[in-house]
């Protein structure tokens, strides 16, 4: 459905995207995650047809839309685009927001695609309140409606959830996910929220300084980072200094096996462990303890940061583990992943 093809962005003499190749198939959802300046902004306005590019194409169903000697207009792409200030017409009310795209179908089709839609996003009977008595969330939905409304080959979201909060953030992004699939939309999204990425998208690419880092499913990102620099980007890390002897990785408090790991670390080899908070299960029980330096409540659970033996690790547990700054907590590792960097 949408192919990068080594594709580079310039603004004046600045390279801003480097030789990005990655793809979508149809019916996924990806997202570009970066922080600020990582080029995934100047990526999404390049498909869309907003941006050209110095090089390389870009694919929309084998059509080329963009490359170095041409720039389709966008509309022409049937691309359809969710904006991060939603850009809803507050003079309009919420039927003719979602059927504005469509003035070119008789009224009948029109209103039946409005009334789908309303359906699909939980806003059935509101079709004739106007923008300003909808809340954040429901904007947000007749913005996905009235971009879904003439079918586009793909769908783009630019950071469209920044303003809401963090819980909403999270629930709307589950709704808009269930709500692409129903309709089989292609989409990608661009965000600098991991969390967000990990709940809405199927594919990532993680960018920075206008490269691409690393692509996979958001497990995939998460559990088996290529550096040290993603490993933060996606989440806590906490690293433990490793030496390989044998089949076993000795670390200063615990020995894990080394079965998982690939061939290019050898007996003898100096290493950091990657220790995630799910690697680490509160367990009263376990003879290793280690002292509750600072805990974050998180509602159904708590983030705690220990110091185990010098050093620093994260675990989760139940809320109802209510241990308290300086509390002694036993712990256990469930290494079921082990990810290795070079020594720094």
């Known amino acids: 459905m949408l192919q990068l093809d080594k594709v580079s962005i310039r603004y ?3 390279t801003v995207v480097q030789q990005v190749s990655w793809h979508l198939e149809s019916g996924e959802i990806g997202c570009l995650l970066g922080n600020s300046g990582s080029g995934k902004t100047s990526i999404l306005k390049a498909i869309a047809g907003f941006k050209s590019i110095s090089e390389g194409r870009v694919v929309i169903r084998q059509n080329t839309v963009s490359s170095a000697q041409q720039l389709l207009a966008p509309e022409k792409r049937k691309v359809g685009m969710m904006f991060q200030d939603l850009a809803l017409f507050p003079h309009l009310n919420v039927a003719q927001n979602i059927t504005f795209g469509l003035q070119k179908q008789d009224k009948a089709r029109q209103r039946q695609r409005m009334h789908e839609l309303l359906e ?3 806003l059935h009977g509101r079709e004739n309140d106007m923008i300003h008595q909808l809340s954040g969330g429901q904007q947000q939905r007749v913005a996905l409606a009235r971009a879904l409304a003439p079918r586009p080959d793909l769908l783009l979201l630019d950071e469209p959830f920044s303003s809401l909060d963090k819980d909403l953030r999270e629930h709307l992004g589950q709704q808009v996910r269930n709500i692409l699939k129903q309709e089989n939309t292609t989409a990608l999204l661009v965000t600098h929220d991991h969390a967000e990425a990990f709940t809405m998208a199927d594919q990532i690419a993680v960018l920075s300084h206008g490269q691409l880092k690393q692509t996979g499913s958001p497990y995939q990102v998460y559990h088996q980072p290529n ?8 989440g806590v890390a906490d690293y433990l200094p490793v030496k390989l002897v044998d089949e076993a990785l000795i670390t200063p408090i615990a020995e894990f096996s080394k079965s998982s790991l690939s061939n290019r670390w050898q007996k003898g080899d100096k290493a950091q462990l990657l220790v995630r908070p799910d690697d680490v299960i509160h367990d009263d029980q376990s003879q290793l303890q280690a002292k509750v330096i600072r805990r974050y409540f998180k509602g159904a659970q708590f983030l705690f940061e220990l ?3 010098g050093y620093r690790l994260h675990c989760y547990a139940s809320a109802h583990h209510n241990h308290l700054p300086g509390d ?11 990810i290795l960097f070079p020594e720094a």
């Open 328 to 338: 002694v907590v036993g712990i256990r590792f469930d290494m079921q992943h082990c």
């Open 307 to 309: 110091d185990c033996q």
């Open 227 to 234: 550096s040290q620099e993603i490993a933060d980007f996606l």
């Open 12 to 14: 004046e003499s600045k």
């Open 120 to 122: 699909l996003v939980g």
